[in-house]
């Protein structure tokens, strides 16, 4: 099995610094923002400097309409993943689908079971470029039932690289030397959610040279995000590095989101009110 890569390791560090450094109205400050276009960060109803993004449960989606409704109006831009990106073909995946990992460790779309509402995949690529091979993105939001059902996913998934390193994806692409990590809370996790897995390996299509593999998730109340990045061929360490950072920073920008949305709406404490609950 692979060792620890520090390079996946610190895609977390990434996620903390983005949820930690306050500005002036005490939101998060936008680094690694996409340049391009107006309205690129998802600060102005973040959470308080320090305290984790989330959803409270009885502010998530009840039904399953209003969980595909969720997922669909999430705005997740290619640019949030680095310069460059742009969305593949096909782009989202049914919301009325989800992938599992079979027992012959083949993954496969599968109907949702009952204690899932919605679960959306969209993709992006930045393509080949410069002698340096295209890099694949994908990222998921699944709205679950309730809190427990969504931690039971997170225990699920990290069960999953332990009962199989080696993965196949689809018809060409295989994952190998899968190696997970959670963090606990106040430990060495991200403080932009609830709680959160990282997994690192490599990739090879059709038998090819073995590339780096990373995968993240996270859990925001009963909301998951994963995301999964596949490196391309003729990328120096560093390279590689960066890649998997500003995919770090385009997740802290969906979680800003989903933290947004679950906090429109709130009422404002009356003026001269006191010792009221949060």
Not at 49 to 57: G, I, K, M, S
Not at 137 to 161: K, N, P
Not at 201 to 206: F, I, K, L, S, V
Request: proline share 6%.
């Amino acid at each position: 099995m692979a060792g620890w890569r520090p390079v996946l390791a610190a895609t977390a560090g990434a996620l903390l610094l983005a949820g930690c450094s306050g500005g002036a109205s005490g939101g998060p400050k936008a680094e690694g923002t996409p340049k391009e276009g107006a309205g690129t960060s998802p600060s102005a109803s973040a959470s308080s400097v320090n305290e984790p993004y989330t959803l409270a449960e009885d502010r998530a989606p009840k039904t399953r309409a209003e969980a595909v409704a969720f997922v669909r109006e999430l705005t997740v831009r290619p640019d949030y993943f680095g310069t460059g990106y742009r969305e593949r073909d096909p782009f989202e995946s049914d919301p009325a689908e989800w992938a599992v990992l079979g027992e012959d460790c083949l993954w496969r779309r599968e109907a949702l079971p009952g204690t899932v509402l919605a679960s959306l995949t969209r993709m992006y690529e930045l393509p080949a470029k410069g002698g340096k091979g295209p890099v694949y993105v994908s990222l998921t939001v699944t709205v679950h039932q309730d809190v427990v059902s969504a931690r039971r996913d997170m225990a699920g998934s990290l069960e999953e690289a332990l009962r199989c390193p080696g993965q196949q994806l689809n018809a060409t692409d295989r994952v190998l030397d899968l190696f997970s990590r959670a963090d606990a809370f106040a430990d060495a996790r991200s403080v932009i959610s609830d709680d959160d897995l990282t997994e690192s390996g490599n990739w090879a299509a059709d038998g090819g040279k073995a590339h780096p593999f990373d995968w993240y998730k996270f859990r925001m109340g009963p909301v998951t995000v994963a995301a999964t990045t596949r490196h391309g061929s003729g990328r120096t360490e560093a390279e590689d590095s960066a890649v998997t950072t500003d995919m770090g920073k385009g997740m802290t920008f969906v979680a800003a989101s989903i933290d947004s949305k679950g906090r429109a709406g709130e009422t404002a404490e009356p003026t001269g009110t006191t010792g009221a609950g949060q």
